[in-house]
């Protein structure tokens, strides 16, 4: 919501910041939430059921906006609509999702973190670092893209909405399939598989330049 006050790119950049802050802390404390209440052999499925979750949002949301902004409505009471859902979303989260640390258990620090600075810990952040720096461009460039090869609000939303539904349709699948096999093999085939979908992307870009 606090986009409506946003009157520069200084402002906007600022507020991307903190929003992007405030999604890590949400993404981090959620995931240890599950992993305190969900048994070690099924919470890589019910990891698999919060993305699909997700990314059935995903589905309806950016073709809804899109269709709004593209039959004329504003920004603006589009963004005070999201506040809105978020604010009822913050209030179940208060009431329903039992608090999963322990009282009277040490807060974190620096000593305490060492033990995650293993080789195969910090090979795994090094690898995720690089691959979300081309993951990431799929939703910044590719609206960009869309808009520039003609393509309406409403379509750049459908594009996004497709992401949605693939991840729905194969997330529970592949998480079933990865518990069979090796994790860093089927990491490594999810990145290819990755890849070469922003491959084909940027050859269609480059065909039609």
């Known amino acids: 919501m606090a986009l409506i006050w946003v009157y520069s790119y200084r402002q906007l950049v600022a507020l991307v910041a903190l929003c992007s802050l405030l999604a890590s802390i949400q993404g981090a404390a959620s995931s240890a939430v599950i992993a305190d209440l969900v048994e070690e052999e099924k919470r890589s499925l019910a990891f698999g059921v919060r993305r699909i979750l997700g990314n059935a949002v995903w589905v309806a949301a950016p073709a809804i906006g899109g269709a709004y902004l593209s039959s004329g409505g504003g920004f603006t009471a589009l963004l005070l609509s999201l506040a809105a859902l978020s604010a009822v979303g913050v209030a179940m989260l208060a009431a329903l999702v039992p608090e999963t640390r322990g009282s009277g258990l040490p807060p974190p620090s620096l000593y305490s973190l060492r033990g995650f600075l293993s080789k195969g810990f910090s090979c795994l952040c090094l690898s995720s670092l690089f691959t ?23 379509e750049v939303g459908l594009l996004f909405s497709i992401s949605g539904a693939t991840v729905v349709a194969l997330q529970l699948p592949t998480s079933i399939a990865a518990r069979r096999a090796s994790l860093a093999t089927a990491s490594a085939l999810g990145v290819a598989v ?11 870009a480059a065909s039609s330049s």
Do not use: H, K
């Not at 979908?197 to 269609?204: A, D, E, L």
């Open 132 to 154: 979300l720096l081309f993951y990431s461009q799929i939703y910044t460039l590719l609206p960009i893209y869309g808009r520039e090869y003609g393509l309406s609000e409403l």
């Open 194 to 204: 990755m890849a070469a979908g922003v491959c084909g992307i940027g050859s269609q």
